[in-house]
Nanobody
Framework: QVQLVESGGGLVQAGGSLRLSCTAT????????MGWFRQAPGKEREFVAA????????YYSNSVKGRFTVSADNAKNSVYLQMNALKPEDTAVYYC?????????????????WGQGTQVTVSS
């Protein structure tokens, strides 16, 4: 089992920045990739970014590419999401996720472990 705990959400004005953190505990050696998803009210959970643990390859949704940066510290079993130039449409609950495979794809079904989520609110 893998447990994930996120932190770093909050309220920020449009154009501002936030950094989300996620730390994994448990069978962390089994993690192949870690990702970030978000879910706004009334919408489906959507892919934001992911990082493959073995190669540090990163993947982004088109909506955040160039503004968000995903990174990892494998020694700390942690993954981060630096969010810059935030927009009101970025408002959502952000979830950290972990997959046992290094190629989980861009959908939530590829990830077997989830954090509790952290709220990010961007005011206009």
């Amino acid at each position: 089992q893998v447990q994930l705990v996120e932190s770093g959400g909050g309220l920020v004005q449009a154009g501002g920045s936030l950094r989300l953190s996620c730390t994994a505990t448990g069978r962390t050696f089994s993690i192949g990739a870690m990702g970030w998803f978000r879910q706004a009210p009334g919408k489906e959970r959507e892919f934001v970014a992911a990082i493959r643990r073995s190669s540090d390859s990163t993947y982004y949704s088109n909506s955040v590419k160039g503004r968000f940066t995903v990174s990892a510290d494998n020694a700390k079993n942690s993954v981060y999401l630096q969010m810059n130039a935030l927009k009101p449409e970025d408002t959502a609950v952000y979830y950290c996720a972990a997959a046992l495979t290094g190629t989980p794809g861009l959908g939530p079904s590829g990830y077997g472990y989830w954090g509790q989520g952290t709220q990010v609110t961007v005011s206009s």
